[in-house]
């Protein structure tokens, strides 16, 4: 007779899975280390015998499902190759805890802090994952498979009386202090700003060990500061003399041989426009009237790739960086100084060597024939954008046809754009007025007016028609060429959801019924809520609901734009994506056979992985000198914009200048405050008192943290 399975409850059921879940929890701390199930029971506080049975039969079943398993009798280790497993890159916040995003799983995975092990700020790792109290899936950090950066900034701190010390870092990039042991400070003092070297971990060690290898200077310090932001995200802040030594001995002679190559189009009428502190002149516009009475205009960019061949030791340095990085008082070059502010810049009244995209278009701004390849060009003027925009707006001076001609054919670029599906985001960017000592002595708004809208619909039609040109042959066929593009991919399908409904109760309607009617949406949006109060809220969310734009060889359109091929060509002084894409240009005119996607999709990544690392750089320095402004108004009243709501309190913008502070909620004290994800808001539990994003608020300015880079500030009733 077959012998009755055992009747286990749904309820024991369960319960022996939560056990097991909190057993998960407690050996991934320490997944290499051997329990017995009495340590197991202390280390999840189950202590009495009722307690530690189910503790038993907890470790059974995760022994049969194969999460653990028994090293010696009795004895219990996390298995590693269980099914549960997956790996992604992580991802900290302020408070420690931290998310891993895995190719192919949706959405992010969260890892409290008590489970990141000695994971770092996007180290690659293992995870193991589960459902803990019937919540979203969360996971614990088995293994660090490949540490992302082993050198990080911080603060010493010495340890009094004793000849060690510990570097204190942005809790966000490593969640721990870094020991430094006798001889290893590297002449840095107790409360220097330092850069410091992790050499070593070891298992079950509560700090890694490391060496100070750069004095970064004192905390607070404005130098200090701006270096820290950079060797903060690797960027490096000078060239290597051998690099610079490359750059000064390069040819700068506009030679008759290579003239007699090009396009020689000095005699056309050519200028620049820029923004007025501008030193890198990458783009220049000629316009001249044909016979037939089209328009010619010229796209002209910089020719870098003349002068930065690859394999050289100034190539290798351009791709590293892959970017100029704009910092609030400085820009930190792709190219050496020599090139981007001289050889290759496009200044006024010198002979350059330029790649162009040449279009002639009728008055309806149609394209009748187009032109790609090498010119020559001199340009006759440089606009500032504030110049250029004083001819379109009726002011006389030189150039005023030639601009205004420009500028009727850049609005019907732009209209047909919006037309066609392309989103207008076009938020305002703050800047700051400096003094000679970097001090800011205020903020202004960069707003974009028509002649920015000019060069830009100019820069977007020569960085579509050169990605149509490689991609498709006459017959408007895909040819396969391998390209880098810049590809923007749709909007997450739940975060527009979640934006309609939000919207809705301010009344405001979107239609997801396909793409086109999104854009539509989008756009009407954008237009309606421009001077409203929740303007700058709607315009935030709609933003997170975008994807981020990025460099592959897969041309899958750009969907901001509402084009289906779009590469970056117009920039080579400071991208280097543009730079490959003119190389890739010349070698198909040349007729030359498609290279190899693989080793290009490689540095696609590693370029788009440095521009998001300049764009977090250019935010950190924009933040410390929001806090430095805005540590004059200690104690002051501001007006302000809820603009960010999370479970421990809300951010809060103040309009005029941009900068944006914290408000607690523990700071609260009139009731005690729940977070609601759905509505962005906080709600108080005893008078319903509700604070949501995008409403108006009277703020105190209570501290500024230069060195954190943060703002507290305070409810005023």
């Not at 301010?506 to 303007?535: I, P, R």
């Amino acid at each position: 007779m077959a012998k009755k399975k055992k009747y286990i409850s749904q309820k024991n059921d369960h319960k022996l899975r939560e056990i097991g879940k909190l057993i998960l929890r407690f050996m991934n701390g320490n997944s290499t280390k051997v329990y017995n199930y009495k340590q197991i029971a202390d280390g999840i506080d189950h202590k009495n015998p009722r307690q530690r049975e189910l503790v038993i039969q907890s470790l059974h079943k995760l022994q049969a499902d194969g999460r653990i398993k028994e090293s010696d009798k009795g004895k219990y280790i996390i298995n590693l190759d269980i099914q549960g497993t997956l790996t992604g890159t992580i991802d900290f916040n302020q408070s420690g805890n931290a998310y891993v995003t895995v190719q192919g799983v949706d959405s992010d995975i969260f890892i409290h802090s008590k489970n990141v092990k000695d994971a770092l700020q996007g180290d690659k790792v293992l995870i193991v994952t589960y459902t803990y109290k019937g919540k979203k899936m969360e996971g614990s950090v088995l293994e660090v498979l490949e540490r992302t950066r082993t050198e990080f900034v911080g603060t010493l701190q010495m340890v009094p009386h004793k000849d060690f010390g510990f570097v204190v870092c942005d809790k966000k990039t490593i969640n721990t202090d870094i020991f430094i042991p006798k001889g290893k400070f590297g002449g840095a003092q107790d409360g220097d700003k330092v850069i410091v070297k992790m050499t070593e971990w070891r298992p079950g060690d509560k700090n890694p060990e490391g060496e100070i290898v750069q004095v970064l200077g004192a905390p607070g310090e404005h130098e200090t500061e701006i270096h820290s932001i950079l060797a903060e995200y690797g960027l490096p802040y000078e060239f290597p003399e051998e690099v610079e030594r490359d750059a000064d001995k390069i040819d700068r002679s506009i030679n008759d041989d290579e003239v007699a190559k090009r396009w020689d189009m000095r005699g056309i009428t050519t200028f620049t426009i820029d923004p007025k502190d501008a030193k890198d002149f990458d783009d220049a516009l000629s316009v001249r009237k044909l016979e037939n009475g089209n328009w010619e205009v010229g796209v002209h960019i910089a020719d870098v790739s003349h002068y930065v061949v690859p394999g050289t030791m100034l190539d290798d340095e351009a791709y590293q960086r892959a970017t100029s990085v704009y910092l609030v008082d400085r820009v930190v070059p792709m190219l050496p100084e020599v090139l981007s502010n001289d050889v290759c810049s496009l200044r006024p009244h010198e002979d350059k060597f330029t790649f162009s995209a040449v279009f002639e278009l009728n008055e309806k701004a149609e394209i009748r024939k187009q032109w790609f390849g090498r010119t020559v060009i001199h340009s006759d003027r440089r606009f500032t954008y504030e110049e250029a925009q004083e001819r379109i707006e009726g002011k006389d001076g030189d150039f005023k046809e030639e601009i205004l001609v420009l500028d009727g054919l850049a609005k019907i670029l732009r209209q047909k754009r919006i037309k066609d599906g392309a989103i207008t985001f076009d938020r305002s960017e703050v800047r700051f007025n400096l003094d000679e000592n970097n001090e800011p002595i205020g903020v202004y708004f960069k707003i974009s007016k028509d002649s920015n809208h000019l060069i830009e619909e100019f820069m977007l039609l020569a960085n579509k028609k050169v990605s149509e040109f490689v991609s498709l042959n006459k017959r408007g066929e895909i040819t396969q060429n391998t390209f880098i593009y810049r590809i923007h991919d749709d909007p997450d399908p739940a975060k527009l959801e979640s934006l309609r409904d939000f919207v809705s109760t301010f009344g405001y309607k979107m239609d997801l019924a396909n793409t086109k009617k999104v854009a539509e949406s989008l756009n009407k949006l954008l237009h309606d809520v421009k001077g409203k109060g929740e303007e700058n809220m709607i315009e935030t969310l709609a933003m997170r609901s975008m994807s981020k734009a990025v460099y592959s060889t897969e041309p899958i359109g750009h969907y901001g734009l509402g084009f289906d091929y779009y590469s970056h060509f117009t920039s080579p002084i400071r991208r280097y994506p543009d730079l490959i894409a003119h190389r890739l240009l010349q070698h198909y005119l040349d007729g030359g056979k498609s290279p190899n996607r693989a080793e290009f999709e490689d540095k696609a990544k590693h370029c788009s992985s440095m521009e998001r690392l300049a764009a977090d750089a250019e935010r950190d320095s924009i933040k410390y000198m929001q806090v430095k402004f805005m540590e004059k108004h200690l104690g002051e009243t501001f007006n302000g914009v809820i603009s960010g709501v999370a479970e421990f309190g809300f951010w809060v913008e103040i309009p005029e200048n941009g900068a944006e502070g914290l408000i607690k909620l523990r700071d609260l004290m009139d009731d005690s405050y729940t977070y609601d994800a759905k509505t962005h808001a906080v709600y108080g539990s005893r008078h319903g008192k509700r604070y949501q994003l995008g409403d108006n608020v009277q703020i105190k300015v209570v501290k500024a943290n230069l060195i954190a880079k943060q703002l507290d500030f305070k409810i005023v009733d």
